[in-house]
């Protein structure tokens, strides 16, 4: 059994940085396709990033795009989650999450995913 745990959350300000981390607790981390989803109060859990096993390919909403980078390190059983120039509406719950299946253009559907984190605050104020 998979588990995910993250952390880095917390409060900033508007304009601001936070970097996520998600360690996966699996023998064969490079093996699972990686996803960063967020849930702000009210709404559905949207996707943020993704990357595949090796880190070649990266994959991200457009809200994000060009603010958010998305990393792994193998060695580490490790992905992150560097977010700058945050904003108000970055507000959310952020959840890392993981499957052995190589998503590529589905890597945005929640229910794609095996294995999911318990979450992590993160609190942009404007």
């Known amino acids: 059994q998979v588990q995910l745990g993250e952390s880095g959350g917390g409060l900033v300000q508007a304009g601001g940085s936070l970097r996520l981390s998600c360690a996966h607790s699996g023998r064969t981390f490079s093996s699972y396709f990686m996803g960063w989803f967020r849930q702000a109060p009210g709404k559905e859990r949207a996707p943020v990033a993704a990357i595949s096993g090796s880190g070649g390919s990266t994959y991200y909403a457009d809200s994000v795009k060009a603010r958010f980078t998305i990393s792994r390190d193998n060695a580490k059983n490790t992905v992150y989650l560097q977010m700058n120039s945050l904003k108000a509406e970055d507000t959310a719950v952020y959840y890392c999450?993981?499957?052995?299946?190589?998503?590529?253009?589905?890597?945005?559907?929640?229910?794609?995913?095996?294995?999911w984190g318990q979450g992590t605050q993160v609190t942009v104020s404007s």
């Open positions: 999450a993981a499957t052995t299946t190589y998503l590529n253009s589905i890597w945005g559907i929640p229910g794609r995913y095996d294995y």
